[in-house]
């Protein structure tokens, strides 16, 4: 098979997973409660794109390759193509994206299990694999914001799953608000782009666009930042992320390791021509990422919630980011990005463990007589000496936090 078929491939499967999970219980009742189908099918949609994946990284020759599938719309001077590209970036965030997802998706079976809303679950996980893919393969800005949006919509879905609580429900808003001043700017920096240069793909725009007027390239790669500063949850943007909590652990996982929060630092690294051409903005990124750095750090310091506890580090590991990339660090931005992705998904599946944990804990004095009212699963203050009885979660956590 060629690259562009196996690329195919790797886009079209998790989108195929969330229409046949999603689809097939509206029509047939029966289908929602056959929880090992369900689940199989939805991990096996992100695992075969791995494989995939590992292949194409293993056999990759260093030359980009381009496929482009169709033309999307044509008027005038606009020629929209959904063309996707294989490079090194993205079959690393491909391999990342597919990797944890698929893990995730692995442990979401048993997570899951006996909830009413499961074919839900594996259906929005799916559509959000295939967003995020979309994403970090698309060769042309347009093609990359459908994904960029698509994560968006995704998000809002997975953290207001358990709709009928009024509490994620507000946090499901709050996250899909704030992120569309993000998208708002990212769009006002499209439209320069194809002011200046007459096209949207990253070939034209890599190529030509370092030798654009400072003043333009400053608006456009500050305009973008802005974006970025949205989806991976920067000052002042990054209100949204620790009430992203709300949803099923899981998602969590996905949205702080493999996904939503790693795009933004993506969209820099993808156009780190344009950005080592403002240094004035590079100036700007590396202070907002070394103030999220600490100030995120800090806030985690004063919480008692364990998940929350993750979602400052995951804002503070993201200021390190790009801090690195504000410098010119790419590289090294990557590779942190890469190393983040699976020590927190470990970590918060692992505080999904504890938080199961927790609660037969509950169940436990309620039926010993215990007022229970007060009682939080995933307040720190009630755990100790969990190891003794959960080894495996003890020494994968231990893993994670190295």
Known sequence: MSSATLLRLVLLLPLAGAVLNGVAP??????????????????????IPFVIAVYLFVTFGGEPI???????MAAGDLDLAFAYRIDELSLIMTLVVTGVGGVIHLYSIGYMHGDPG???????????????????LANNLPVLFLGWEGVGLCSYLLIGFWYTDLSNSTAANKAFIVNRVGDFAFLVAMFLVFQELGSLSFDVLLAEGPALPEATLNWIVFLLFIGATGKSAQ?????????????????????????????????????????????????????????????????AIAQNDIKRVLAYSTVSQLGYMFMA??????????????????????????????????????H????????????????MRTMGGLGEYMPATRWTYLLATL
């Open 118 to 136: 499961y074919w839900r679950f594996f259906s929005y996980l799916n559509l959000f694999i295939f967003a995020m893919l979309n994403l970090v």
């Open 26 to 47: 509206l029509f047939l009742k029966e289908f929602r409660t056959r929880e090992g189908l369900l689940g199989t099918i939805g991990t096996a949609v992100v695992a």
């Open 325 to 362: 990339a504000g410098v010119g660090a790419f590289f090294v931005s990557i590779f942190h990005l890469v190393t983040h992705a699976f020590f927190k998904a470990c970590l918060f599946l692992g505080s999904g463990s504890v938080i199961h944990g927790m609660e037969e804990v509950e």
């Open 235 to 299: 000052i002042p943007l990054f209100v949204w992320l620790p009430d992203a909590m709300a949803g099923p652990t899981p998602v969590s996982a996905l949205i702080h390791a493999a996904t939503m929060v790693t795009s933004g630092l993506y969209l820099l690294a993808r156009i780190s021509e344009l950005v080592l051409g403002a240094p004035v903005v590079m100036a700007i990124i590396a202070i907002v990422g070394a103030a999220t750095a600490l100030m995120a750090a800090t806030i």
């Open 364 to 379: 436990g004095l309620d039926e010993m007589g215990h007022d229970t009212s007060d009682f939080d699963p995933q307040d």
């Open 66 to 72: 381009v496929a482009d599938y169709f033309t999307w």
